[in-house]
């Protein structure tokens, strides 16, 4: 059993049907999955349990991607949790706006589940964050 095994991932997706599918990609290997459906609800989650890792669309109702990342990175206590934009805003102005706010990753959809679980693995590993959920 490896130390991904214990960690938790934040999963931020409108999309019902993709939020069910990046849960049961993520389950599969062994990660704890807390869901959301826009910012509002994330910070509402993450007030209970801090995740390993925050994985996240940008475009979504109330709350969008890059308002959430500001809110994240706005409390001293989640400045550090990795963050993974999850979109399919794949202009190169759009991921040059997500690399200039700080973001981690940048995982376009339509994405293959291998490239997901690498870039959660890769992020979680470079943050040495592993079963430091709550």
Do not use: C
């Given at each position: 059993m490896n130390n991904e095994q214990f960690s938790s991932v934040l999963v931020v997706e409108d999309r019902e049907s993709l939020l069910i599918a990046i849960q049961s990609i993520l389950e599969a290997e062994g990660y704890t999955v807390l869901i959301a459906t826009d910012g509002v609800k994330a910070l509402q989650v993450m007030e209970e349990v801090r995740p390993d890792l925050i994985l996240s669309d940008i475009l979504m109702p109330?709350?969008?991607?890059?308002?959430?990342?500001?809110?994240?990175?706005?409390?001293?206590?989640?400045?550090?949790?990795?963050?993974?934009?999850?979109t399919a805003k794949a202009e190169r102005e759009d991921v040059s706006k997500g690399k200039d706010l700080g973001v981690e990753d940048y995982i376009i959809k339509p994405f293959e589940p291998e490239d997901l679980l690498l870039a959660v693995r890769a992020r979680l590993d470079r943050s040495g964050s592993h079963g430091s959920g709550s």
């Amino acid at each position: 059993m490896n130390n991904e095994q214990f960690s938790s991932v934040l999963v931020v997706e409108d999309r019902e049907s993709l939020l069910i599918a990046i849960q049961s990609i993520l389950e599969a290997e062994g990660y704890t999955v807390l869901i959301a459906t826009d910012g509002v609800k994330a910070l509402q989650v993450m007030e209970e349990v801090r995740p390993d890792l925050i994985l996240s669309d940008i475009l979504m109702p109330k709350m969008d991607g890059y308002e959430l990342y500001e809110a994240v990175r706005a409390r001293p206590e989640w400045a550090s949790i990795p963050f993974i934009f999850l979109t399919a805003k794949a202009e190169r102005e759009d991921v040059s706006k997500g690399k200039d706010l700080g973001v981690e990753d940048y995982i376009i959809k339509p994405f293959e589940p291998e490239d997901l679980l690498l870039a959660v693995r890769a992020r979680l590993d470079r943050s040495g964050s592993h079963g430091s959920g709550s």
